[in-house]
């Protein structure tokens, strides 16, 4: 092949000087020196540039992941009872999403109840549930291999109290301003990342936000793609600020997903409730 194309492509991944040469390029190298005159061009970043940008099918089938995650959600919300277990209340949560068709998650559940909301990869979701504090949800159904990540956060007891409702809003103002600034060219950290930082710093919460302001979703859960390139349409992230106080046993995070578009931002899961008052009147009805 190489001795009629005179020229080979290499898709990747690159990988760093301590790991083994890839098997490809180790093969090509081969092919090279028995056929001089040939080149080989590095066409890494194709298949995760092609990765970051969702054509509108890709969009299609992550509205549908989200859709599904959203009503697994709800039905978490209006179901949380004071002495059930974390992954019963999950387990009501997924029987949803295989019922409205999807077989996979996309990554395993994170529920947490109370103080395990501070965990910021709490998985083991095996502890019981009591009748105060919040829960927290960091989930996504997965259509056609495409997934959805979604956290959303509510009190057992259905209603907010005052200082939960205060964090939370809190939590909320910082994912709105990072979503306004969701536009074409933006850069991930400065646009997103800092200015969502800014609204926690502001309000002395900012050593709270202990991680990233989000990832692009799609194929994976953090699909491939270039955070230094500015944002683009058809992009697909999430935005999730949290804020983690151990000493409160108070864990929040507000996760939504997030197509990128001329016209702005288009919040994919922002019918899913995450308002104070959403939450309540879906956890009322
Ligand atoms: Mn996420």
Do not use: C
């Amino acid at each position: 092949m190489l001795q009629r194309s005179r020229k080979a492509v290499f898709l990747g991944p690159v990988v760093s000087a301590s790991d083994d040469v890839p098997k490809a390029l180790e093969m090509l190298r081969d092919a090279q020196a028995r056929v001089p005159g040939t080149t080989l061009e590095n066409m890494a970043d194709l298949i995760p540039e092609m990765r970051r940008i969702k054509s509108p099918a890709e969009v299609e089938m992550i509205r549908k992941a989200v859709d599904i995650t959203g009503k697994g959600i709800v039905a978490a919300m209006q179901s949380v009872e004071p002495g059930m277990m974390e992954f019963q209340l999950q387990s009501i949560l997924e029987h949803i999403y295989e019922m409205e068709g999807a077989q996979f998650l996309g990554f395993g559940t994170i529920l947490a109840h109370g103080p395990n909301s501070t965990v910021l990869h709490y998985g083991s979701n095996d502890q019981p549930i009591d009748d105060s504090g919040l829960v927290l949800i960091d989930t996504g159904a997965a259509w056609q291999h495409y997934t959805a990540d979604i956290t959303r956060t509510f009190p057992v007891s259905g209603k907010f109290s005052p200082r939960e409702k205060e964090l939370y809003e809190l939590v909320l103002k910082a994912a709105d301003t990072a979503i306004e600034n969701l536009r074409v060219g933006a850069d991930h950290y400065n646009d997103l990342h800092l200015v969502a930082k800014a609204v926690l710093d502001e309000a002395g919460y900012g050593e709270y936000f202990i991680h990233g302001i989000g990832h692009f979703v799609g194929l994976d859960v953090h699909d491939a793609g270039n955070y230094a390139l500015p944002l683009a349409a058809g992009v697909v992230l999430t935005i999730e600020p949290g804020i983690y106080i151990p000493e409160e046993g108070i864990g929040i995070r507000i996760e939504d997903v997030v197509l990128v578009t001329e016209d702005g931002p288009v919040v994919l899961s922002g019918h899913i409730p995450r308002t104070v008052d959403e939450i309540e009147a879906v956890m009322a009805d």
